[in-house]
Each structure stands twice: as structure tokens, then as C-alpha cells.
């Protein structure tokens, strides 16, 4: 049972590339998200999802889109990456069940040059 | 609108109590969460408190008072490894979306 995995732990992009980022959970998970932590700011809510299918905005959805085609996966795209969106990014997923807590994945720090 | 107030940074010594506070305010509330985030590591689980009261889990307790919107965790028998960040999270109603306090750091000296 590997929890929440993320997809590629570091990497380093130019302005204006694109990339996408993976996330997997192996938990039967209803509800996953995409969180993003900067310095001083805790997490911020990106995108999230409710179940295969569907997605929804979050705190700070702008430069970013999401797509939730199988159950088990949430993928994060930046499309054309800017220097603000240089941070370390977050998976996160939980069941539909009250009080259950988000497992986290273990993040991937994005630097934008 | 949402907002969530910690403390930015604690200090206290090995053995020693601490307690580190939250103040909430939000449209609905479902729930309030505290993890723990090690440097450069990912957020675990500490607790959930959607009652009012106490919880406790072994060296770690929670305390919510909705109607004060506050929260507060209490670390005893502080061990140098309880050096870390701590969120306090609060879900919506609806179950959906959980927003974070940009959290507190904790240093634990000898």
C-alpha cells in the first residue's frame, strides 16, 4: 500500500514550458487535491476533485488545469509556467467518510527560471 | 470569507508543555484538523476535533470552542524531534474543500 505518490519530485522549468504533475493513490479515494506551499503561506488549495470525472477551482486555480480521468489518479498541468509558480506542490487525497483526514504525497518542489 | 490565525513561530524546551493556538473564521464549518509538517516532508495527521471538548492522543491534545471560533493544540513532554510546523486546518460544510493556516513553527531546545 503506497499511499499517495507524486511524480517527478523536483524539477526545474523555463518560463513558458509546460509540464504536468501525477499524482496516484492507492486507497480508493473519492476526493483528491492539489494544494500549493510557499514561505509564510501554508497550503493553498489549487484544484480538487470529487470523484473520477469531475474537478473543481480552488483558492488559486489561475495558470493551472487539472484532469481526473481514473479514480486513483489526479494530474496538475501548467500550460505555460511563469516564475510564481515557482513552490512546492501537494497531492492530497481522502475518502467521502466525515472526519477523515487528507494523506498527503510527499511533493514536488518546481522552481520557474 | 475564510481566514486562519496561528502564531508564526514558538519556541520551547525539551520536557516543557506548549501550546499553540487557532483562531478561525469561516462560512460553514465541518470540522477542524491539526497535522504535523517536518521540514522539506509533507503534512501528517495529529487530529480532529468537530466537537467541542477535548481530544487526546497520547502526548498531543486538541481543544475546539466553536462559538469562539478557537482551537488550540497542546504538545506535553516536548521531545527535540516535536521540532516542526504545525497547520491548523479548518473543512467547510460540504466536506469538500479544507482551508490552512500558514501554520506555526515549533523549536524545541535542550
Known amino acids: 500500500n503506497a499511499g499517495v505518490t507524486q511524480t517527478p519530485k523536483f524539477r526545474v522549468l523555463k518560463t513558458g514550458q509546460s509540464m504536468t504533475l501525477l499524482c496516484a493513490q492507492d486507497m480508493n479515494h473519492e476526493y483528491m487535491y492539489w494544494y500549493r506551499q510557499d514561505p509564510g503561506m501554508g497550503l493553498r488549495l489549487i484544484h480538487y476533485?470529487?470523484?473520477?470525472?469531475?474537478?473543481a477551482k480552488g483558492e488559486v486555480p489561475d495558470g493551472y488545469n487539472v484532469s481526473r480521468l481514473k479514480k486513483q489518479n489526479f494530474l496538475l498541468g501548467l500550460e505555460s509556467a511563469a516564475p510564481s509558480q515557482t513552490s512546492v506542490y501537494f497531492c492530497?487525497?481522502?475518502?467521502?467518510?466525515?472526519?477523515?483526514?487528507?494523506?498527503f504525497g510527499p511533493g514536488t518542489r518546481l522552481t520557474v527560471l | 470569507g475564510q481566514n486562519i490565525d496561528q502564531p508564526t513561530e514558538m519556541t520551547a524546551t525539551e520536557g516543557a508543555i506548549v501550546q499553540i493556538n487557532c483562531t478561525y473564521q469561516t462560512s460553514g464549518f465541518n470540522g477542524l484538523f491539526w497535522y504535523q509538517q517536518h521540514a522539506g516532508e509533507a503534512p501528517t495527521f495529529l487530529s480532529y476535533n468537530v466537537l467541542d471538548g477535548l481530544e487526546e492522543k497520547g502526548r498531543f491534545s486538541s481543544f475546539l470552542s466553536r462559538s469562539k471560533g478557537y482551537s488550540y493544540l497542546l504538545l506535553k513532554e516536548l521531545q527535540m524531534k516535536d521540532s516542526a510546523s504545525y497547520l491548523c486546518a479548518v473543512r467547510s460544510t460540504g466536506g469538500f474543500k479544507t482551508i490552512f493556516g500558514a501554520g506555526t513553527r515549533l523549536f524545541v531546545k535542550a
Open positions: 492530497a487525497s481522502t475518502s467521502r467518510m466525515g472526519g477523515d483526514t487528507q494523506y
Open positions: 476533485s470529487v470523484g473520477e470525472g469531475t474537478t
